[in-house]
């Protein structure tokens, strides 16, 4: 089955570190960019940025840039996204998806950070 | 950056109605355009890309039309299931900017 399987539901506290991953599967992982996206409650959809995981070639938003690492390891079929220090604000529902445009969606991964 | 905007950012229209969502850019973009769908508490669901290609398995209901800076959605018919959130997004280059949505409901 072709899928994007996204880590599980995080709680973190302001200043802590993350990292949330994202896992491909069914399909050519090193053939596709993977982008995340960005959901904030009851709010409308912000591209983050993307990674081709076949050279790890990335690309920020620049309201990102700075903000939030996007890797990948293509041998395990698996991109990342981290923050070395959250804040309240990055309390967010957390989506990657496959492609220039976005055919296929992972479940999305809550992050939420409160103290 | 190129900026994506909707309009309108919410209707509310009867069963059986046309209704039409507009996205304009401030650049042209070509037909590096695409919609998605994205029902309450669900996840976002592709449904054209390249202006007015339909994804496989979305209703024919669903059009898709525009080239350079303006672009529309259309539902030819609205049904139930379609009350969900609208969202247009670029991907010719650059930040693959989203418009800002807009929220479809039943009258």
């Known amino acids: 089955e072709v899928q994007l399987v996204q880590s599980g539901a995080e709680v973190k506290k302001p200043g802590e570190s993350l990292k949330i991953s994202c896992k491909g599967s069914g399909y050519s992982f090193t053939s596709y960019w993977i982008g995340w996206v960005r959901q904030m409650p009851g709010k409308g959809l912000e591209w983050m940025g993307m990674i081709y995981p076949g050279d790890s070639e990335t690309r920020y938003s620049p309201s990102f840039q700075g903000q939030v690492t996007i890797s990948a390891d293509k041998s395990i079929s698996t991109v990342y996204l981290q923050w070395s220090s959250l804040k309240a604000s990055d309390t967010a529902m957390y989506y990657c998806?496959?492609?220039?445009?976005?055919?296929?969606w992972g479940r999305g991964t809550l992050v939420t950070v409160s103290s | 950056d190129i900026q994506m905007t909707q309009s309108p950012s919410s209707l509310s229209a009867s069963v059986g109605d046309r209704v039409t969502i507009t996205c304009r850019a401030s650049?042209?973009?070509?037909?590096?355009l695409a919609w998605y769908q994205q029902k309450p508490g669900k996840v976002p669901k592709l449904l054209i890309f390249?202006?007015?290609t339909l994804q496989s398995g979305v209703p024919s209901r669903f059009s898709g039309s525009g080239s350079g800076t303006d672009f529309t959605l259309t539902i030819s018919s609205l049904q139930p299931e379609d009350v969900a959130t609208y969202y247009c997004?670029?991907?010719?280059?650059?930040?693959?900017?989203f418009g800002q949505g807009t929220k479809v409901e039943i009258k």
């Open positions: 997004q670029k991907y010719n280059s650059g930040p693959r900017t």
């Open positions: 390249a202006a007015s």
């Open positions: 650049q042209g973009i070509s037909n590096y």
């Open positions: 998806a496959r492609g220039w445009y976005f055919d296929l």
